[in-house]
């Protein structure tokens, strides 16, 4: 596998907007480290170029563009499911383990050595007690100078982080890879009529309080094509509404 690093800030795209209330300074290369992160995981799983405009507007467009907060957790596993990938939550024993096997994981990181509030990141690697990552945020300088985080060249994005740091500092990890059989990709949800009803009700409910926009969730539900990742998320997003 042929690794791909994407600068947020990369000239090409650092002003395109990335928003969903026209605030100018609401950009890609302020705020879509998350979709910035799974362009790197997908260029590099799938060995084609998906660019960070793509899949910041693919956020935009199903919803996961938060006010004010980033890239909300779901979009992760759309993403994927999307791209043909397979995405999992897991600890850091399981993100270790699945780089290990050839995955990718994205971590949400908390204040720390990679941000002051919160930041993604992907993991590329592991040995020896230490974590190879690519960060989007490319001259990031939170790093500090405890030895913790080995920046190699500077501000190439590429750095190596102690296991330490990401144990302590991550908060989630989302593992991606590409399917190794047919059926391992997502399978859609066999629910009774029942079942289907009551997930209707709160998806209508969660359209008319606004805290999802996107309409095709319905369509998938009448239609009995949600998958389980996606019921996953919507299950997520009850439970926190």
Not at 79 to 85: K, M, P, S
Not at 205 to 227: A, F, G, H, P
Request: with cysteine; charged share 20%; aromatic share 10%.
């Amino acid at each position: 596998m042929n690794l791909v690093y994407y600068n947020q800030e990369d000239p090409r795209w650092r002003n395109v907007p990335y928003t969903i209330r026209g605030d100018k300074s609401q950009t890609i290369g302020t705020s879509a480290c998350g979709p910035t992160s799974f362009a790197m995981a997908a260029s590099s799983l799938l060995g084609r170029s998906i660019l960070p405009t793509e899949t910041a507007a693919y956020a935009v467009a199903h919803g996961y563009r938060t006010d004010n907060n980033g890239t909300a957790w779901g979009f992760f596993a759309d993403a994927a499911e999307h791209y043909g990938l397979t995405c999992r939550t897991g600890n850091f024993a399981a993100a270790k383990q699945a780089l290990a096997g050839g995955a990718l994981v994205v971590a949400s990181m908390r204040s720390g050595h990679f941000t002051s509030g919160g930041h993604y990141i992907l993991l590329v690697g592991a040995g020896d007690g230490w974590i190879d990552v690519y960060d989007p945020n490319k001259d990031n300088r939170k790093y500090g100078v405890d030895g913790l985080i080995d920046q190699g060249a500077k501000d190439d994005g590429k750095v190596r982080s102690r296991e330490s740091v990401i144990q302590r500092e991550a908060g989630q990890f989302w593992i991606i890879s590409k399917p190794d059989t047919a059926e391992e990709a997502d399978e859609v949800l066999q629910l009774s009529n029942y079942q289907w009803g009551v997930l209707e009700s709160n998806v209508k409910q969660l359209l008319v309080n606004k805290t999802i926009t996107d309409e095709s969730w319905l369509t998938k539900i009448k239609e009995r094509t949600l998958t389980t990742s996606e019921l996953a998320w919507l299950t997520f997003v009850v439970a926190m509404r």
